[in-house]
């Protein structure tokens, strides 16, 4: 059973880089035809999709916040990672990291994520 | 406001029927397939659906999705006090290249 753990500070100042860690256990960062994702979710909202990571580094970013971010791997330590930088108190959220599986048919893009971590707050205050 | 719209909450009794809409377009959900994912508040959020209508191991049947055109559905059936949850639909936009979920739906027990 592969099990997701986010790891990072919990309280970034403004204009400082959140920089959070996914650890996984249970299987490899390198099986399989599996993205590695970030999620998050502002208090009273609704889930965000970060962008994801494949094992071999290629990477998609959400278009409104793709100027911030970078998503990297670490396969010797089988873990991803997120930065963005110059945070705002919008950037304020639960964090989640989850496995995406993604196939392609001629019916279109099969997406959907499974497992996730338990997701880990991040406040972005002074 | 999000590309994929849901309604921000359904109710009914126990044992009684909800359907929860997930309306988008046809770069989201017109082109590709949608999942449903539950959400209780300090948990993960768990997958409930994917390929629009499929379970995985796990999912109760009470729990059915389907799609048609630019829109989703998801449908619970006998439900439960322990449904109270959060649900969220999904998909892939090819327009936009990234994963959009909807709104979100909160399921109330009366």
């Known amino acids: 059973q592969v099990l997701l753990q986010e790891s990072g500070p919990g309280l970034v100042k403004p204009s400082q880089t959140l920089s959070l860690k996914c650890s996984i256990s249970?299987?490899?960062?390198?099986?399989?035809?599996?993205?590695w994702t970030w999620i998050r979710q502002p208090a009273g909202g609704a889930l965000e999709w970060v962008g994801r990571?494949?094992?071999?580094?290629?990477?998609t970013y959400n278009p409104s916040l793709k100027s911030r971010v970078t998503i990297l791997v670490d396969t010797s330590n089988n873990q991803f990672s997120l930065e963005l930088t110059s945070v705002t108190a919008a950037d304020t959220a639960v964090y989640y990291c989850?496995?995406?599986?993604?196939?392609?048919?001629?019916?279109?893009?099969?997406?959907?994520?499974?497992?996730w971590g338990q997701g880990t707050q991040v406040t972005v205050s002074s | 406001q999000s590309v994929v719209t849901q309604p921000p909450s359904v109710s009914a009794a126990p044992g009684q029927q909800v359907s929860i809409s997930c309306s988008g377009s046809?770069?989201?959900?017109?082109?590709?397939?949608v999942s449903w994912y539950q959400h209780f508040p300090g948990a993960a959020p768990k997958l409930l659906i994917y390929d629009n209508h499929k379970r995985p191991s796990g999912t109760s049947d009470r729990f059915s999705g389907s799609k048609s055109g630019t829109s989703a559905t998801l449908a619970i059936t006998g439900l439960q006090i322990g449904d109270e949850a959060d649900y969220y639909c999904g998909s892939w936009d090819s327009s936009l290249i990234a994963y959009v979920f909807g709104d979100g739906t909160k399921v109330t027990v009366l």
């Open positions: 990571i494949y094992s071999g580094g290629s990477t």
């Open positions: 046809g770069s989201n959900i017109g082109k590709n397939f």
């Open positions: 989850a496995r995406a599986e993604v196939t392609y048919s001629g019916d279109g893009v099969h997406y959907h994520f499974d497992p």
């Open positions: 249970g299987g490899s960062i390198n099986s399989g035809t599996f993205y």
